[in-house]
């Protein structure tokens, strides 16, 4: 059974939220030593994607901020964020994922402080943090937890702090129902599943995914008394151009000018293959 929440703008399922994300664990406890293997693109396409999500979020950060990465996993922003200066803290529900975290940061002198813990119950004070980053990791959020994740985000916020998130958009996923870039980790658009595929075990796994549209952000910021700043539409003509087409320099070079233009602008920043975000909290 589904029913329609009009005031929040997503569909509550009758999965119960804890047998969710025991499934989300239990997966990246499997693919914690592999995972790294499994992100990098295969392509130009995938590159100008990974590209765009990094400097996004990496450019926003200033060294001395106080930085919580909720889903941070492996470190993947949690690392570069620690190299520019940020006082890191991490959050992740699979600790074999944060041991590979550790290790990272160990490798380059670099302390973070990194807790297993659940996005819906953060284990950190009130107003703790300038900055909370999100990942790639609000996907695998029930949606019976998503008022409760975003709500948490704003009581460790400091007043005047901000979000930043990048998630999968689902009105994107209207037009389009495959996973343009992805090799081994596949969305299943109409089963809200994430798939692995071709795992070091030789079995596949699969989680739960749900894509937001920029409409369900607007939303869920609002009912928390945040305010979405800046919404960018990540590849949203890269998406549309097969690889061999963006192998040509000049080519790729107009398409990434033209992008950085474009992806904040209405309506083409609703249409990007995932939606970046920054959203922030009353000062007073």
Request: a negative charge; one cysteine or more; hydrophobic letters at 40%.
């Amino acid at each position: 059974m589904t029913t329609y929440d009009q005031r929040a703008g997503f569909i509550h399922t009758d999965h119960h939220p804890e047998e969710e994300k025991a499934t989300v664990k239990s997966v990246y406890q499997q693919v914690a030593n592999e995972y790294d293997e499994r992100i990098p693109g295969l392509g130009p396409s995938d590159d100008m994607f990974t590209q765009s999500e990094r400097d996004f979020l990496i450019e926003a950060i200033r060294s001395g901020e106080k930085v919580l990465d909720i889903g941070c996993g492996t470190g993947r922003f949690t690392v570069p964020m620690a190299e520019k200066g940020a006082e890191v803290s991490g959050l992740d529900i699979s600790r074999p994922m944060l041991d590979v975290a550790s290790r990272k940061l160990a490798e380059r002198g670099l302390t973070a402080d990194l807790r297993e813990g659940d996005m819906a119950r953060l284990p950190f004070p009130d107003a703790s943090f300038d900055t909370v980053t999100s990942m790639l990791a609000l996907m695998h959020v029930p949606l019976e937890d998503r008022q409760a994740v975003f709500g948490e985000v704003a009581r460790v916020l400091r007043p005047g702090g901000r979000m930043l998130l990048g998630v999968k958009n689902s009105v994107f996923e209207e037009m389009f129902t495959g996973d343009r870039f992805a090799s081994v980790d596949v969305t299943d658009v109409a089963g809200k599943q994430l798939l692995f595929t071709q795992t070091r075990s030789g079995e596949e796994y699969v989680a739960p995914w749900y894509s937001f549209s920029p409409r369900d952000l607007t939303t869920l910021f609002a009912t928390v008394g945040m305010t979405v700043t800046r919404l960018r539409g990540n590849s949203p003509l890269a998406v549309w151009l097969a690889d061999e087409v963006l192998r040509d320099e000049s080519v790729r070079a107009f398409v990434s000018k033209t992008e950085r233009f474009l992806a904040e602008v209405p309506p083409f920043n609703h249409f990007g293959y995932h939606l970046l975000a920054e959203a922030t909290k009353p000062r007073a």
